[in-house]
């Protein structure tokens, strides 16, 4: 049915539909709507036989939820930013636990300096935990993949972690189809877990792995990112024949076709995307978008296919590795098999910096035009789109006046 | 009077847990522990104790740490009862999840403890364990506190005695080792968030350990129990000499033994003539430096002011025994 909700709204929604048996969070801009919403549904009782704990850190939240899942129980955290930096020591012990745990993260750029607001840098920071991550486009993608992540993470005994582009997504306003209880029952079967706590079977999770072991372990979870690659992509078209609307999946073409340039991104600022490259196509240009949705496991193959044609890439990438550069368009190039396609890469909206279409389409038809691309210089691998060079200069003058006068001061 | 012999003498609703054939034996022999050590010893106390009163109904949640590190290193396992392991400063968290998760299930009768030790305890899991507390969570937490790092080499917590030697507060001219007026007082902690149950105990007094589990493991809500466990490495001791430690840290009012209800001091072990601290503090290495060439008698001093203290606030003297 549809309903007019805000995006954390619907995800609540749809965790709640789930029927998870234990919600446990913590406060953090831009997560807490979500689960604001999840504890309302618990206290109506119309998320029944759930258990809904306060904590007093992410640190906990995420502990709680390591606690619920080992002993049995389908469980779910959320947060954001400095919060999943805080819980980051979990996050990593429960893939090595393979406990499969499923988080909303409300993507929010990471301080210092303090800024609330929407890019992918937490992401990023927990890029390497093991854990598959999904970024949905919409917030009907964000409730639908909220769905498929419990599936996909019971089905692997991996933790699934859904991106949600935290304002843009989760205080946007828009209409969603909430599925019944009886469509998420049929798609998402009642959670019985491989290995837990059990008084009848006793055994020991979470032991000592010595150097003759470790090896091993890491190979099977790198392994089982593989095997989810199948997962995810089989999920998909079962989610759409069930529900009959597409979410999810590993990536996903727009106008690919004959595209020279061919824009890759994630999450929400597809949208923009695509209507610039509409715009730009009717004017003759030959643009074409390719949207990752699974960002963990990456889908270097189904990528590498998506982009053979075009000679040119574009990477949109809402956070960047300072001292290296942009993060997603390494990830790209490494799995692209043609060394000599040209891979070109957009920092932009970092600490939720607007990204218009007419910024985006500056770019695309004279900063990043194929013979100037073709001529740059190394310092030109990554544009910074609508970095204001104003505020830099003067940043640099006020550090250089105030450093002098405190050591003529001393 | 309870009596500290474990023997099988006894009649056997008196004995002690660990003098019965049938004990479960929780942690098994073949485990990596140090001879002499005080923690494996308390720990098999307490899981067993538990193991009988609830008839195995238990799940055990453990702390990064010695207890952890050389009970169960794969493939090899010496716990006998479900067990579960994620990280060093989170374990009252986990332990929670672990108790909504059966009581979910309608398994509200499988009891779980959370155990670690003072560093896991004091320090780096102090914001979780308070956390638990004031949500009256329904777990047992023990805390094994042989007052140091043992596990990563004897460096100081915040339950180290003032004046020992760690491997981080070793003494130099000047400076006797951890200093004065620092470290935190948890069972007090544990009291003032008002939880059904606090306790200390000691291994030198089994009977008494394995009764206070025995209590608090049927109790609901949140429960702490503080077991003192000497460390023969860290305090530098023989390993024969454990039980005696802290025997002695307890008669000279250094550990004392109590109980709380809900924030409120309910009994204590009571101390006869108390023993001076002169005599527990000498036979260690952590503290050789109070002693010898460069004595410090003030500081001995000092701790035996610690120790008077605790016998008048723990009413050591024999007014508020249930005994």
């Known amino acids: 049915m549809l309903h007019q909700l805000e995006g954390s709204q619907a995800i609540a929604k749809a965790v709640a539909l789930c029927r998870p048996g234990m ?82 993260l409300g ?72 599925p019944s209880q009886e469509m998420v029952d049929d798609f998402l079967p009642h959670y019985k877990p491989q290995v837990c706590l059990d008084v009848a079977n006793p055994l020991a999770i979470g032991t000592m ?46 106008k690919t076709e004959g595209a020279e340039t061919i824009i890759v991104a994630m999450g929400s600022v597809l949208g923009t995307i695509k209507d610039t490259v ?53 990830e790209v190039k490494l799995c692209l098999k043609n060394p000599r396609k040209k891979v070109s890469s957009i920092i932009a909206g970092l600490g939720g910096r607007a990204i218009t279409k007419s910024m985006l389409k500056h770019c695309l038809e004279h900063d990043l035009h194929w013979e100037k691309i073709l001529s740059w210089e190394e310092d030109h691998r990554e544009i910074f789109l609508g970095l204001n060079h104003d505020t830099i200069k003067k940043e640099f003058e006020s550090v250089k006046n105030c450093c002098c006068k405190q050591k003529e001061n001393q | 009077m309870t009596s500290l012999t474990i023997g099988n003498r006894l009649d056997d609703q008196d004995a002690a847990e660990q003098s019965k054939y049938d004990r479960h034996n929780s942690l098994t022999s073949g485990h990596r522990a140090c001879q002499g050590c005080g923690e494996a010893l308390a720990a098999r106390c307490v899981i067993d104790a538990a193991h009988r009163v609830t008839g195995g109904n238990i799940a055990v949640v453990n702390a990064t740490g010695c207890l952890e590190v ?31 998760a059966f009581a979910l299930a309608g ?31 329904d777990v047992l937490y023990v805390c094994y506190d042989n007052q140091a790092y043992m596990n990563t080499g004897v460096q100081r917590s915040s339950a180290t005695p003032v004046f020992a030697r760690t491997a981080t507060t070793l003494p130099t001219k000047g400076y006797m080792g951890n200093s004065i007026g620092t470290g935190k007082n948890v069972p007090a902690i544990a009291m003032a968030h008002g939880i059904p149950y606090v306790a200390t105990a000691s291994i030198a007094n089994i009977r008494d350990l394995e009764e206070k589990i025995s209590k608090a493991i049927l109790l609901r809500g949140s429960r702490y129990v503080h077991v ?28 004392p033994l109590f109980e709380a209800e809900n924030g409120v001091l309910v009994g204590s072990t009571p101390v006869d003539n108390p023993k001076p601290v002169d005599d527990y503090l000498r036979i260690q290495r952590r503290f050789a430096h109070l002693f010898g060439k460069n004595a410090s008698p003030d500081s001995i001093e000092a701790l035996q002011q610690i120790a008077s203290r605790n016998i008048e606030k723990y009413r050591l003297s024999g007014e508020l025994s249930h005994e």
């Open chain 2, 70 to 100: 050389f009970s169960c290193v794969y493939p090899e396992n010496s716990w006998r009862v479900p067990w579960l392991h994620s990280l060093f400063g989170n374990t009252a968290a986990v332990a929670t999840g672990v108790a909504s």
């Open chain 1, 278 to 330: 509409d715009e730009l196509n009717a004017q003759g240009g030959k643009f074409g978008v390719v949207s990752i949705v699974s960002y963990r496991p990456f889908p270097s193959e189904a990528l590498e296919a998506a982009l053979a044609i075009a000679p040119h890439v574009v990477v949109v990438e809402k956070a960047l590795a300072v001292g290296i550069g942009g993060i997603l368009s390494q």
């Open chain 1, 107 to 178: 993507n929010r750029a990471i301080g210092s300096p303090i800024n609330i607001w929407n890019d992918h840098s937490d992401a990023m920071a927990v890029r390497d935990a093991g854990w598959i991550m999904l970024f949905p486009e919409t917030n009907q993608e964000a409730a639908d993949l909220h769905i498929q992540a419990f599936k996909i993470a019971e089905t692997l005994q991996c933790p699934v972690m859904v991106c949600v582009d935290g304002f843009v997504l989760t205080h946007a306003y828009e209409q969603v189809d909430i």
């Open chain 1, 23 to 104: 919600v446990c969070a913590y406060p953090i801009t831009p997560q807490t709507h979500i689960v604001e919403h999840l504890g309302e549904l618990v206290h109506a009782g119309e998320l029944w036989n759930c258990d809904y704990v306060n904590v007093e850190s992410e640190m906990a939240a995420i502990s709680v939820t390591i606690g619920s899942q080992a002993a049995g129980v389908r469980s779910y955290t959320a947060t954001s930013s400095q919060g999943l930096l805080y819980m980051i020591e979990g996050v990593y012990n429960a893939s090595g636990l393979e406990l499969p745990i499923v988080m909303t």
């Open chain 2, 228 to 255: 003192h466990v000497p460390c023969p490495l860290g305090w530098g001791y023989p390993p024969s000499e454990t039980i005696r430690m802290a025997r002695m840290a307890v008669e000279c009012g250094l550990f």
């Open chain 1, 209 to 254: 792995v010595p150097p003759e072991y470790f090896m091993e372990v890491r190979y099977l979870a790198h392994k089982k990112q593989f095997e989810a690659l199948k997962i995810i992509e089989h999920e998909e078209k079962n989610f759409h024949e069930k529900f009959e609307r597409h979410a999810g999946g590993l990536i996903r073409t727009y």
């Open chain 2, 107 to 137: 398994s509200k009768d499988t009891r779980v403890i959370a155990q670690g030790g003072d560093g896991s305890t004091f320090d780096i899991g102090l914001g979780c364990l308070s956390g638990m507390f004031d949500r009256n969570d």
